[in-house]
């Protein structure tokens, strides 16, 4: 995850370690995955518009694929009992 998070904001290893909490780990990871998702729908919409009979419909639906309310898909209840097993490790750090 840290090379996720580093390409793709450009933050160190030092920062992503220190400054990101789990929680927040997983709502970067889900916003990434969705953009990219996305980007490539829009280009599979570039590429396909010329063979396509209706192209704003196919834009369209292609562009409301893959939105959904962040909030609501992360487990908060499954994060905090990952912290309170990663907190009995005596490998892993686990920030409050």
Same mark, same amino acid.
């Given at each position: 995850?840290? %090379?996720?998070? !580093?390409?793709?904001?450009?933050?160190?290893?030092?920062?992503?370690? %220190?400054? *990101?909490?789990? @929680?927040?780990?997983? !709502?970067?990871? =889900?916003?990434?995955?969705?953009?990219?998702?996305? %980007?490539?729908?829009?280009?599979?919409?570039?590429?396909?518009?010329?063979?396509?009979?209706?192209?704003?419909?196919?834009? =369209?639906?292609?562009?409301?694929? !893959?939105?959904? =309310?962040?909030?609501?898909?992360? %487990?908060? @209840? @499954? *994060?905090?009992?990952?912290?309170?097993?990663?907190?009995?490790?005596?490998? *892993? @750090?686990?920030?409050?």
């Amino acid at each position: 995850m840290v %090379d996720v998070l !580093g390409s793709e904001y450009s933050w160190t290893k030092e920062y992503i370690l %220190d400054y *990101v909490s789990i @929680g927040d780990w997983l !709502g970067l990871a =889900d916003y990434i995955a969705d953009r990219k998702r996305r %980007d490539y729908l829009l280009q599979l919409a570039i590429v396909q518009n010329p063979h396509t009979e209706n192209p704003r419909a196919l834009f =369209d639906e292609l562009q409301r694929t !893959g939105e959904y =309310d962040i909030e609501s898909k992360i %487990d908060r @209840g @499954g *994060v905090e009992k990952l912290k309170r097993e990663l907190k009995k490790s005596k490998v *892993v @750090g686990v920030k409050k």
